[in-house]
């Protein structure tokens, strides 16, 4: 299947929110509440917060254009020194843009899809002036870290992230870039 991955726009809001509705569920540990991860996407994977993500000089957010109006994928970069002490400790390559998000639409799961839009992004944070790029996954999603491990990450810590009232371990990985 043919797409093309570009830079979202300020019309992609809404997609973006609708895409994230149906896959941040799928990067949460499985005991995670139901309330806890609709108040998650609430609170920070709406149309509105999408709209502030994509005014943001510091974030880039590319997307997997079906065509149609169809999004097959996302992933948003932030391109700004990490705050967390555990990961700005635990990077070696730096200075570091963070890998906020990447999410494939179920149905394109195992295509190809997700590395192209890798791709893409690792060019966008190389472009960007970023010697490393690093990601949060939850320890449990077995499936993501297989994928970025594949995509040349590697992991070199841990963090916590607060889903709602419960606190997930997450690992931190690093993946260098060029050279
Ligand atoms: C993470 C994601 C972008 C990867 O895209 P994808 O198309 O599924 O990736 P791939 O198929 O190339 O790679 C997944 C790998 O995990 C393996 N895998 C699948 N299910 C698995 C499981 N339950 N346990 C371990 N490995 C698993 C696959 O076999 C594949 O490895 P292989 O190529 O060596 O066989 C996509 O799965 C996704 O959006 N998931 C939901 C959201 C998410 O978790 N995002 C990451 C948040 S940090």
């Known amino acids: 299947m ?14 973006l929110a609708e895409l994230a509705a149906v896959t941040f569920p799928l990067a949460c540990p499985p005991g995670s509440s139901p309330e806890d991860i609709a108040a998650h996407l609430a609170d920070t994977l709406s149309e509105r917060h999408f709209r502030t993500y994509l005014a943001d000089p510091g974030v880039t957010i590319l997307v997997i254009d079906a065509g149609g109006g169809g999004l097959r994928g996302y992933s948003l970069l932030v ?6 002490p555990d990961v700005a400790s635990a990077l070696t390559a730096l200075p570091s843009a963070e890998l906020s998000k990447c999410y ?3 149905d394109h799961h195992g295509l190809g899809a997700a590395a192209d839009l890798m791709q893409a992004t690792i060019g966008h944070a190389a472009a960007a002036g970023a ?9 449990q999603n077995t499936k993501a870290i297989r994928f970025y491990e594949k995509s040349g990450f590697r992991k070199v810590g ?7 009232s419960a606190v997930e371990h997450d690992f931190v990985m690093e993946r ?3 050279g």
């Not at 490393?132 to 939850?138: D, I, P, Q, R």
């Open 131 to 139: 010697t490393g790029l690093w990601l949060g996954v939850n320890s």
């Open 158 to 164: 841990t963090k916590s992230f607060r889903l709602g």
């Open 104 to 106: 494939v639409h179920p």
């Open 79 to 84: 391109n700004r020194p990490a705050l967390d």
């Open 176 to 178: 260098r870039l060029g």
């Open 2 to 15: 043919t797409h093309t991955i570009r830079k979202a726009t300020a019309d992609d809001a809404g997609r």
